[in-house]
């Protein structure tokens, strides 16, 4: 169906600078929203950064002026420019995908496997 591909992860220093990309592939009829969730030991799973498909972001407040979303529709590819980074970035990042393929015409939700990403202090 809808499969999504993170890169971008690794190991950075405090005050560092990562990029994540992820990109859909399968058959897909249209991608509506896009999203990057994270999670640490012992946390919940969060949302991080989402976009839809006319461009609209919205930001979970610890990382609202450090990290954008963009993507790239032709491409039904997501990014997350992360900057500024900090010890407490340190997760697993996922990829989030709200997509509906020529089968279905309901829209399903989709996720990568996810993608390492630890700063150090």
């Known amino acids: 169906q809808v499969q999504l591909v993170e890169s971008g992860g690794g190991l950075v220093q405090a005050g560092g600078s990562l990029r994540l990309s992820c990109a859909a592939s399968?058959?897909?009829?249209?991608?509506?929203?896009m999203g990057w969730y994270r999670q640490a030991p012992g946390n919940q799973r969060e949302l991080v950064a989402a976009?839809?498909?006319?461009?609209?972001?919205h930001y979970t407040d610890s990382v609202k002026g450090r990290f954008i979303i963009s993507r790239d529709n032709a491409q039904n590819t997501v990014f997350l420019q992360m900057n500024s980074l900090k010890p407490e970035d340190t997760a697993v990042y996922y990829c989030?995908?709200?997509?509906?393929?020529?089968?279905?015409?309901?829209?399903?939700?989709?996720w990568g496997q996810g993608t390492q990403v630890t700063v150090s202090s």
């Open positions: 989030n995908a709200d997509a509906r393929t020529l089968r279905f015409s309901r829209s399903r939700d989709y």
């Open positions: 399968g058959s897909i009829f249209s991608i509506n929203t």
């Open positions: 976009i839809d498909s006319g461009g609209t972001t």
